[in-house]
Protein backbone atom coordinates (compact mmCIF):
# COMPACT_ATOMS: atom_id res chain seq x y z
CA UNK A 1 0.00 0.00 0.00
CA UNK A 2 1.31 3.48 -1.36
CA UNK A 3 2.10 5.65 1.68
CA UNK A 4 -0.54 8.36 2.17
CA UNK A 5 2.21 11.64 1.29
CA UNK A 6 2.43 9.99 -1.98
CA UNK A 7 -0.91 11.17 -3.14
CA UNK A 8 -1.48 14.33 -5.19
CA UNK A 9 -5.14 16.47 -4.99
CA UNK A 10 -5.95 14.41 -8.15
CA UNK A 11 -5.86 11.58 -6.92
CA UNK A 12 -9.01 11.94 -4.68
CA UNK A 13 -11.05 13.26 -7.41
CA UNK A 14 -14.25 10.73 -8.25
CA UNK A 15 -15.61 12.40 -11.47
CA UNK A 16 -14.07 14.04 -14.41
CA UNK A 17 -14.18 17.66 -15.78
CA UNK A 18 -16.60 16.82 -18.25
CA UNK A 19 -18.88 15.43 -15.17
CA UNK A 20 -18.53 18.26 -13.29
CA UNK A 21 -19.10 20.90 -15.82
CA UNK A 22 -22.27 19.12 -16.90
CA UNK A 23 -23.79 19.09 -13.17
CA UNK A 24 -24.21 22.84 -13.86
CA UNK A 25 -25.96 22.39 -17.36
CA UNK A 26 -27.99 19.93 -16.09
CA UNK A 27 -28.82 22.03 -12.81
CA UNK A 28 -29.18 25.33 -15.11
CA UNK A 29 -31.88 23.72 -17.22
CA UNK A 30 -34.31 22.39 -14.59
CA UNK A 31 -33.98 25.58 -12.59
CA UNK A 32 -35.08 28.08 -15.85
CA UNK A 33 -36.45 30.60 -15.34
CA UNK A 34 -35.25 31.05 -11.90
CA UNK A 35 -32.23 32.37 -12.68
CA UNK A 36 -33.87 35.60 -13.89
CA UNK A 37 -35.18 35.89 -10.28
CA UNK A 38 -31.75 34.88 -8.36
CA UNK A 39 -30.04 37.95 -10.63
CA UNK A 40 -32.96 40.11 -9.55
CA UNK A 41 -32.23 39.48 -6.02
CA UNK A 42 -28.99 39.82 -6.24
CA UNK A 43 -29.57 43.83 -7.86
CA UNK A 44 -32.05 44.54 -4.97
CA UNK A 45 -29.46 43.33 -2.51
CA UNK A 46 -27.04 45.90 -4.18
CA UNK A 47 -29.66 48.20 -4.34
CA UNK A 48 -30.50 48.21 -0.85
CA UNK A 49 -26.98 48.23 0.25
CA UNK A 50 -26.55 51.49 -1.38
CA UNK A 51 -29.91 53.20 -0.77
CA UNK A 52 -30.21 51.59 3.00
CA UNK A 53 -34.29 52.21 2.71
CA UNK A 54 -35.72 51.27 6.05
CA UNK A 55 -34.94 47.49 7.14
CA UNK A 56 -32.76 46.86 4.50
CA UNK A 57 -30.46 44.67 6.74
CA UNK A 58 -33.52 42.65 7.53
CA UNK A 59 -34.00 41.96 3.48
CA UNK A 60 -30.52 41.74 2.57
CA UNK A 61 -30.37 38.41 5.24
CA UNK A 62 -33.35 37.02 4.23
CA UNK A 63 -32.67 37.19 0.27
CA UNK A 64 -29.44 35.71 1.33
CA UNK A 65 -31.10 32.89 3.77
CA UNK A 66 -33.43 32.19 1.19
CA UNK A 67 -30.64 31.17 -1.80
CA UNK A 68 -28.01 29.37 0.34
CA UNK A 69 -30.94 27.21 1.38
CA UNK A 70 -32.17 26.74 -2.68
CA UNK A 71 -28.23 25.96 -3.29
CA UNK A 72 -27.55 23.62 -0.73
CA UNK A 73 -30.62 21.34 -1.75
CA UNK A 74 -31.21 22.26 -5.36
CA UNK A 75 -27.48 21.99 -6.21
CA UNK A 76 -25.48 20.77 -3.45
CA UNK A 77 -27.86 18.01 -2.23
CA UNK A 78 -29.82 16.54 -5.33
CA UNK A 79 -26.79 16.74 -7.64
CA UNK A 80 -23.07 16.98 -6.58
CA UNK A 81 -23.49 14.76 -3.77
CA UNK A 82 -24.56 12.06 -6.60
CA UNK A 83 -21.05 12.07 -8.01
CA UNK A 84 -19.37 13.44 -4.96
CA UNK A 85 -20.03 11.54 -1.67
CA UNK A 86 -18.14 13.89 0.78
CA UNK A 87 -20.35 16.95 -0.40
CA UNK A 88 -23.28 15.35 1.57
CA UNK A 89 -21.14 16.47 4.42
CA UNK A 90 -20.69 19.89 3.18
CA UNK A 91 -24.64 20.83 1.34
CA UNK A 92 -25.67 21.05 5.66
CA UNK A 93 -23.26 23.92 6.21
CA UNK A 94 -25.43 25.74 3.33
CA UNK A 95 -28.52 25.13 5.48
CA UNK A 96 -26.66 26.17 8.79
CA UNK A 97 -25.72 29.39 7.09
CA UNK A 98 -28.87 29.81 5.98
CA UNK A 99 -30.37 29.66 9.18
CA UNK A 100 -27.79 31.70 10.80
CA UNK A 101 -28.49 34.55 8.39
CA UNK A 102 -32.44 34.10 9.43
CA UNK A 103 -31.44 33.84 13.23
CA UNK A 104 -28.79 37.16 12.27
CA UNK A 105 -32.48 39.26 10.56
CA UNK A 106 -34.55 38.02 13.47
CA UNK A 107 -31.83 39.73 15.53
CA UNK A 108 -31.93 43.13 13.95
CA UNK A 109 -30.47 41.93 10.79
CA UNK A 110 -27.30 43.47 9.12
CA UNK A 111 -26.22 46.96 9.06
CA UNK A 112 -24.70 48.78 6.18
CA UNK A 113 -22.85 51.83 7.21
CA UNK A 114 -19.06 51.23 6.67
CA UNK A 115 -17.55 53.37 4.54
CA UNK A 116 -13.45 52.03 4.97
CA UNK A 117 -11.70 50.41 2.29
CA UNK A 118 -12.94 46.26 3.01
CA UNK A 119 -16.06 47.76 2.33
CA UNK A 120 -16.09 49.49 -0.65
CA UNK A 121 -13.76 46.28 -1.57
CA UNK A 122 -16.95 44.32 -0.48
CA UNK A 123 -18.93 45.96 -2.90
CA UNK A 124 -16.87 45.29 -5.79
CA UNK A 125 -16.42 41.33 -4.81
CA UNK A 126 -20.22 40.98 -4.33
CA UNK A 127 -20.84 42.85 -8.25
CA UNK A 128 -18.16 40.25 -9.51
CA UNK A 129 -19.94 37.26 -8.26
CA UNK A 130 -23.06 38.65 -9.75
CA UNK A 131 -22.23 40.24 -12.76
CA UNK A 132 -19.06 38.68 -13.87
CA UNK A 133 -19.18 34.98 -12.82
CA UNK A 134 -21.80 33.98 -15.19
CA UNK A 135 -19.71 35.40 -18.01
CA UNK A 136 -16.97 33.24 -17.69
CA UNK A 137 -17.90 29.58 -19.93
CA UNK A 138 -16.95 31.39 -22.81
CA UNK A 139 -13.50 32.98 -21.40
CA UNK A 140 -12.96 29.01 -20.63
CA UNK A 141 -13.64 27.07 -23.26
CA UNK A 142 -17.05 25.80 -21.93
CA UNK A 143 -20.46 26.57 -23.37
CA UNK A 144 -22.90 29.04 -21.60
CA UNK A 145 -25.32 26.08 -20.43
CA UNK A 146 -22.73 25.55 -17.99
CA UNK A 147 -22.47 29.42 -16.82
CA UNK A 148 -22.29 29.73 -12.80
CA UNK A 149 -25.51 32.21 -11.39
CA UNK A 150 -25.60 33.86 -8.06
CA UNK A 151 -28.23 31.76 -6.49
CA UNK A 152 -28.54 29.03 -8.26
CA UNK A 153 -24.80 27.85 -8.40
CA UNK A 154 -22.52 27.70 -5.12
CA UNK A 155 -19.54 29.61 -6.09
CA UNK A 156 -20.78 32.61 -6.94
CA UNK A 157 -23.68 32.88 -4.58
CA UNK A 158 -20.93 32.65 -1.77
CA UNK A 159 -18.96 35.66 -3.28
CA UNK A 160 -21.84 37.70 -3.33
CA UNK A 161 -22.19 36.74 0.40
CA UNK A 162 -18.82 37.85 1.54
CA UNK A 163 -18.91 40.59 -0.50
CA UNK A 164 -22.26 41.62 1.70
CA UNK A 165 -20.28 40.54 4.71
CA UNK A 166 -17.32 42.57 4.04
CA UNK A 167 -20.10 45.63 4.12
CA UNK A 168 -22.04 44.74 6.99
CA UNK A 169 -21.84 45.58 10.44
CA UNK A 170 -23.82 43.23 13.15
CA UNK A 171 -23.35 41.36 15.75
CA UNK A 172 -23.58 37.98 13.84
CA UNK A 173 -21.31 39.09 11.08
CA UNK A 174 -18.51 37.31 11.95
CA UNK A 175 -19.50 34.11 12.03
CA UNK A 176 -21.08 34.40 9.16
CA UNK A 177 -17.90 34.25 6.91
CA UNK A 178 -16.72 30.68 7.90
CA UNK A 179 -18.68 28.70 5.48
CA UNK A 180 -18.87 30.67 2.34
CA UNK A 181 -15.15 30.87 3.05
CA UNK A 182 -14.63 27.26 3.39
CA UNK A 183 -16.90 26.42 0.52
CA UNK A 184 -14.68 28.52 -1.77
CA UNK A 185 -11.20 27.16 -0.78
CA UNK A 186 -13.18 23.37 -1.14
CA UNK A 187 -14.48 24.38 -4.53
CA UNK A 188 -10.85 25.65 -5.75
CA UNK A 189 -9.46 22.87 -4.20
CA UNK A 190 -11.34 20.77 -6.48
CA UNK A 191 -10.93 22.74 -9.52
CA UNK A 192 -7.29 22.71 -9.01
CA UNK A 193 -7.03 18.95 -8.75
CA UNK A 194 -9.25 19.35 -12.32
CA UNK A 195 -6.51 21.33 -13.72
CA UNK A 196 -9.23 24.02 -14.62
CA UNK A 197 -7.75 27.00 -14.91
CA UNK A 198 -10.80 28.58 -13.20
CA UNK A 199 -9.10 27.63 -10.08
CA UNK A 200 -7.58 31.14 -9.13
CA UNK A 201 -11.07 32.46 -9.09
CA UNK A 202 -12.84 31.28 -5.90
CA UNK A 203 -9.34 31.21 -3.95
CA UNK A 204 -8.42 34.82 -5.23
CA UNK A 205 -12.31 35.94 -3.51
CA UNK A 206 -11.71 33.65 -0.63
CA UNK A 207 -7.91 35.33 0.16
CA UNK A 208 -9.16 38.98 -0.80
CA UNK A 209 -11.85 38.60 1.73
CA UNK A 210 -9.47 37.62 4.43
CA UNK A 211 -7.06 40.00 3.71
CA UNK A 212 -9.44 42.61 3.73
CA UNK A 213 -10.35 41.47 7.32
CA UNK A 214 -6.66 41.59 8.02
CA UNK A 215 -6.63 45.18 6.77
CA UNK A 216 -9.60 46.82 8.68
CA UNK A 217 -8.44 44.76 12.08
CA UNK A 218 -5.02 46.68 11.72
CA UNK A 219 -7.26 49.96 10.81
CA UNK A 220 -8.45 49.63 14.34
Not at 105 to 118: E, M
Not at 135 to 160: C, H, K, N, Q, Y
Not at 176 to 193: C, D, E, K, N, V
Request: no cysteine; proline share 6%; glycine share 8%.
Amino acid sequence: MSEWWTYRLEDFLLFSPRVYWRLFELNNAASWPLHLLTLAAGIAIALLMLRRPRRHGLWIALILAALFAFVGWSFLWSRYAVINWAIAYVAPAFGLQALLLAFGATRGGLAFGRRDIAGRLGLLIAVVGLVAYPLLPPLFGRPWASAEVFGIAPDPTAIVALGVLLAASGGLVPLLFAIPLLWLLLSGLTLHAMGDPQAWLPLLAAATTVAALALRRIAR
